[in-house]
């Protein structure tokens, strides 16, 4: 039996259980950090949040100091996800086609989490649930308290993508089918929750198509230009992509810019570098790339900004994802101009020419960094502006505002239905 003190409609939610799909320290990659920014804005405005992540092997007995100083309690559930690659992976997802949830989904599912979730929620001490993407609404069963859904990305849109780009056949055919029961899936997810909390007003459009009624409220990610000083250390003509390379979309971003764009920057500036800074790139691919003049990989980097701090120009030469990019806001952050595929610069505010600079095919995207590794005064006006961009709209305190916001949101909601979580269980 839940109990009495929980909040009723229209009064602050003051205790938040907090499910999170990775461990958000360190703050070492996208979606970490903006649970970790969206935990900072929870402490700041005084919520009492438990927070329950699963944690990867590699994570395992690291540092939860910082954790601990936003959250009231912390609990970790350990996971090893099956590997995509190999011969199991494909068995399961093979199997997944007939199963009750996409694959993506599926590999989450933890008796453990599940019984840690219910295990919370009896103890009656829960204003509001927020759940980081919907894929942990695997482990979560029927609830009256209201449910939050952190949308980092809108999955389905991810793999639709990924079936422009595929040229296999049967891969083009499995994302394809994986796509479509992906987007049933957010679908229903989104008719569980009572608010959603997408990254930018292209997500917010495409939650409101999945879910016509539900209500949003955009929470954008962001960047503390504080911890970011800009630094003219840049070394030559070094042009830097960032991203994890054990996530396929960064890796075609890097094959794509080191095979059709790369070698037409260095017929007219043969001095250029190419630095792929990401944690864990296949063996396989970085042989695949091996040949390519020019290019270098960091491997798994601790900080990013030295790095940034030595690059001329930052490249986002995405064609896969969804979302909003925080290589470019942490690029921004930096001063330095930043060269994106549309799709790359996708629902952030940046004028085009001034604080980006944009093009689709490797022809446009070559004369764009040349233009920059030729023009130091526009590459450092354009840095500047987009730093001031990052500044005004991409800040702590504007993310902070729009949590409060989701929030106040859905303590004026009804309790949405959640009578589709057994069909998922």
Known sequence: MESSRRAGRGQALVRLL?????????????????????????AAE????????????ADLGGDTGPLLKVCSRLEIVPLELASLAGRMGALARLRALFGSAPYAAG??????????????????RFDAVIVDTVFGLVNLSCTDVPLLLNNVDVEHVVLERYVRCERNP??????????RRLRRFEAEACRRAVVGMPCSPVDEARLHALCPGLSVVIVPNVIDTAEYVPQEDDVGEVVLYQGGLDW?????????FASEILPRIRRSRPGTRFVVAGRNPPAAFRRRLASVSGLEFTGTVPDMRPVLSRASVCVVPLRIGSGTRMKILEAAAMAKPVVSTRLGAEGLNFTEGEEILLADDPAAFSRQVVHLLEDAAFRRAVGQAARRRVAQEYSPAVLRRQVSRALARAASALPAPAALAESWA
Request: net charge positive.
């Open 18 to 42: 907090f499910l999170s799909m990775t461990l958000p320290w360190p703050p070492n990659n996208g979606h970490r950090m903006r649970t970790w920014s969206i935990l900072r804005a929870l």
């Open 248 to 256: 396929y979309p960064n890796r075609d971003a890097a094959q794509f």
């Open 107 to 124: 590999r989450y599912r933890s008796p453990e989490m599940a019984l840690r979730i219910q295990s919370q929620l009896e103890s009656g």
């Open 170 to 179: 049967a891969k083009r055919l499995y994302a394809w089918l994986e796509a």
């Open 46 to 57: 005084g919520h009492e949040t438990t927070l329950l992540a699963f944690a990867y092997p």
